[in-house]
Nanobody, 124 residues
Framework: VQLVESGGDLAQTGGSLKLSCVTS????????IAWFRQAPGKEREGVAC????????YYRDSVKGRFFISKDYGAETSWLQMNSLKPEDAAVYYC??????????????????WGKGTLVTVSS
C-alpha cells in the first residue's frame, strides 16, 4: 500500500491550498482516509477524515468551515481543500488510511497506512 501526498506549498495568510493523496494497493472503498498534521515541536494531530462506506466527514474544531475533505473512488484519491489559511495551519500534512468506518476523527495510533507528508507553510 502506498499513499503519496502532494500540493504542499507556501501560502499567504487567508490563502488556499489543495492537498492530494493518491493511493495504490489500498482497498479504497473499505478505508477511512484521514489527514493529519505535525508542526515542529508539536504532536501529530488529526485534521479531517472521511469515513469508509457512509462518507461521513469529521474535522478538528480549529479547521471547521475552512478545510474540506473529499475522496474519489475511481481515482482512489483524497483531497484536502484548505481555505482561509492561518499561520497556525503551517505543518507537515500527512495522509493516512485505516480499514473500517469511524464516527469521529481517529487517533494517529489507529491508522494502518501513512504517506510521507507534504509541507505547508503559511506566511503572516
Amino acid at each position: 500500500v502506498q499513499l503519496v501526498e502532494s500540493g504542499g506549498d507556501l501560502a499567504q495568510t487567508g490563502g488556499s491550498l489543495k492537498l492530494s493523496c493518491v493511493t495504490s494497493g489500498l482497498a479504497f472503498r473499505d478505508a477511512t482516509i484521514a489527514w493529519f498534521r505535525q508542526a515542529p515541536g508539536k504532536e501529530r494531530e488529526g485534521v479531517a477524515c472521511v469515513s469508509a462506506r457512509d462518507l461521513s466527514q469529521y474535522y478538528r474544531d480549529s479547521v471547521k468551515g475552512r478545510f474540506f475533505i473529499s475522496k474519489d473512488y475511481g481515482a482512489e484519491t483524497s483531497w484536502l481543500q484548505m481555505n482561509s489559511l492561518k499561520p497556525e495551519d503551517a505543518a507537515v500534512y500527512y495522509c493516512a488510511a485505516l480499514y473500517g468506518s469511524r464516527s469521529e476523527l481517529p487517533q494517529a495510533s489507529e491508522m494502518h497506512f501513512w504517506g510521507k507528508g507534504t509541507l505547508v507553510t503559511v506566511s503572516s
